[in-house]
Structure formats: C-alpha cells, structure tokens
C-alpha cells in the first residue's frame, strides 16, 4: 500500500537557520510528490509539486528514488514559514493524494 | 471566483442525527475530493468526482456516508446516524487533475456528542 511517512512532528530553529522537513514514501512504481502547508488559521494550500521542479518561497524538494525520500529544504528560514507542513503522494493510475501526519515548523525570532 | 467553499463551518449534532455539508468547487475544475482530517493526522481521502460521476471511493466510506455531486457542480457528503468516531474535520477540495494540485476548503468541523 502507498504510505507517506514525516518521521518529525515538530522542529524549531531560529530565524535564519536552515531547515529540512523529512518525507519518506512507500511506492513500488513513479510516484508523484507534494509539498502542502497550512499556516495559522488559513486552509492547507499546495506549496510545490516534484513535477514542477520548482522553488516556492525559497523552499525546494529533490526527488531521490534510491532512498524514497522528498525532503522539503530552506537554506534560510523566515517566520512567515512557521506552519504545519504536509508531504503527499499521487501516482497515475488514481486521482487521489494519500498525506503524511504532517510536521510543524516553527522558526523564532 | 473566491475558491472553494464549504458550509457550515462548525457542525455540533448528537450521535444518531444525520448531517450533510456542502462544497462549492472553484468553477472551471471538473474534480472534486472529499477528505477527513482527524487531530494530529493528514487528511485522508473519502471519495471523488469528476464531473458528476464519482469515480473513486475509500473503504473509510461506509455505508453511513452518501456523496453526490449532481450536475457536476457543487456535492454534498451525507452521514447518517453519526456515530462520535465521526467527529473531525471534513475538507473539501477541486482541481483541473491531481497533479496540477488541489484548492481546498476551509472545512466543515464535525462535532459528535
């Protein structure tokens, strides 16, 4: 079965520290990756997708298929990034995203 | 457009009572999502639609739990006779396709006693 694990449910750093959210997943086959986040009091909303190879708000995500791993890094944290952050995995042949329990982050002043 | 909306936002029923919530998809997406996001968990996929028909559903569904989406616009989840393991957050969610990613809801909180 198709499973997302975040293997930290908290992390605290200070502004300015560098980050790395864990994501690890369990697919036999090509699986596409998510990054979704829910900052306080606001609904979750897509933060950035493999596919896209893409940065959003500093943040990037490499897809490593040998250690199926999609860890979500920022060189240098803000506190606009406290948040509870959410890894997802989809795959071709279902429309659905299957989440990890999600992690919060926090970065302090 | 103002996104996907979703209504009541807070619902408190006593177990046995039937509740339905409604979603209202962001309008130019023909897929809509059903998830439960219970404390300290992701959200967990229920069900989907494209257009009207629903294509897809979670053996977390029970025979307690009805979706629709008439017309391929807006969809409504029922539960009868809610039980207190129903309490959660019940979020919706509407795309162009999964890997364009989802626009959800605010959430319907559900409140057993």
């Known amino acids: 079965a198709q499973r997302v694990t975040q293997p930290e449910k908290l992390l605290s750093v200070f502004k300015g520290a560098p980050v790395e959210l864990k994501c690890n997943y369990s697919y036999s086959g090509s699986p596409e990756l998510f990054w979704y986040v829910q900052y306080s009091r606001q609904r979750l909303q897509l933060l950035l997708r493999?596919?896209s190879r893409e940065s959003i708000k500093g943040f990037t995500a490499d897809l490593n298929k040998g250690e199926t791993s999609f860890h979500l890094k920022k060189p240098f944290a803000q506190e606009e990034d406290s948040a509870m952050y959410y890894c997802?995995?989809?795959?071709?042949?279902?429309?659905?995203?299957?989440f990890g329990k999600g992690m919060k982050l926090t970065v302090n002043p | 457009d103002t996104g996907v909306s979703q209504d009541p936002r807070h619902k408190i029923t006593k177990r046995g009572q039937n509740v339905t919530f409604r979603c209202d998809p962001i309008s130019e997406h023909n897929r809509l999502y059903w998830y439960r996001q219970t404390l300290g968990q992701g959200p967990e996929f229920l069900t989907y639609f494209q257009n009207e028909a629903q294509l897809e559903k979670s053996r977390l569904l029970s025979d307690r739990f009805s979706a629709e989406r008439p017309k391929g616009s807006f969809s409504t989840l029922e539960i009868q006779r809610t039980e207190q393991g129903d309490s959660a957050m019940y979020l919706c969610?509407?795309?162009?396709?999964?890997?364009?990613?989802?626009?959800f809801g605010s959430g319907t909180r559900l409140t057993v006693v």
């Open positions: 969610a509407s795309s162009s396709g999964t890997f364009y990613g989802y626009t």
């Open positions: 997802a995995l989809s795959w071709s042949a279902s429309e659905k995203l299957v």
């Open positions: 493999h596919i």
